[in-house]
């Protein structure tokens, strides 16, 4: 079966540290993956997008960026935190039909 | 451009009772997918049904069940014998299988009473 971890769990930075939230998906291959962003009590807003190694769509122009180095590896960056990058980050996995997304446990990024 | 609309900010229900859930969508498409997710305090997404476009029966998963009405791009989730475990914030999703990405409302939260 297939399984998404995510880690950190937790995370506080202070405000211009680096940010590096990592992803794996394990049971499946090519798959597509995404990262998303959603604050307290909000809606889900889709960060990255990507449909293979090396290959990355941005959804939302921010100092964020991803990469993806392996088939089941999703990098979610930062070269320097502002305090809106708060919130929860989530990562999830689709096959290309159905695209049901399954989602991982989420990161809680707090930063000060 | 695609849009997900839940217009019940918050819900509330009488355990063991039935409470239906609102979502519409905006869509030039015929062939998509729509989906609702469970997201409990835990913050974990959990996908709770799928609906195919093409099939007119609505999708069914033990107490829950869809009202997808294509005409009228109306996606509606009826949660039977309310529980304890229900409550949750719920989102409905919309997506198409060659694009990958999927929309998102911007939920409901659901509280159920003892």
């Known amino acids: 079966s297939q399984t998404i971890h995510q880690w950190p769990a937790t995370l506080v930075q202070p405000v211009g540290s680096p940010l590096s939230l990592e992803c794996t998906v394990e049971?499946?291959?090519?798959?597509?993956l995404y990262w998303y962003r959603q604050a307290a009590g909000r809606g889900l807003q889709l960060l990255f997008y990507s449909v293979g190694i090396g290959q990355i769509s941005s959804e939302v122009p921010q100092n964020l960026s991803a990469s993806r180095p392996q088939d089941r590896q999703f990098i979610l960056s930062s070269k320097k935190l502002l305090l809106s990058d708060s919130g929860f980050y989530l990562c999830?996995?689709?096959?290309?039909?159905?695209?049901?997304?399954?989602f991982g446990p989420g990161t809680r990024l707090t930063v000060l | 451009a695609q849009t997900v609309t839940q217009s019940q900010p918050e819900m509330s229900v009488q355990e063991a009772e039935t409470v239906t859930l609102s979502c519409t969508y905006d869509t030039s498409e015929s062939d998509y997918y729509l989906f609702w997710y469970k997201q409990p305090p835990s913050r974990q997404m959990i996908l709770v049904i799928r609906?195919?476009?093409?099939?007119?029966q609505n999708a069914t998963e033990n107490r829950f069940s869809v009202n997808f009405q294509k005409a009228a791009k109306s996606f509606s989730l009826k949660i039977s014998d309310s529980q304890l475990g229900d409550a949750a914030m719920y989102f409905c999703?919309?997506?198409?299988?060659?694009?990958?990405?999927?929309?998102f409302g911007k939920g409901t939260k659901l509280s159920v009473k003892p």
């Open positions: 049971g499946t291959s090519n798959p597509n």
């Open positions: 609906q195919e476009a093409y099939k007119q």
């Open positions: 999830a996995w689709s096959v290309i039909s159905p695209n049901e997304q399954f």
């Open positions: 999703a919309y997506g198409r299988g060659s694009q990958g990405n999927l929309i």
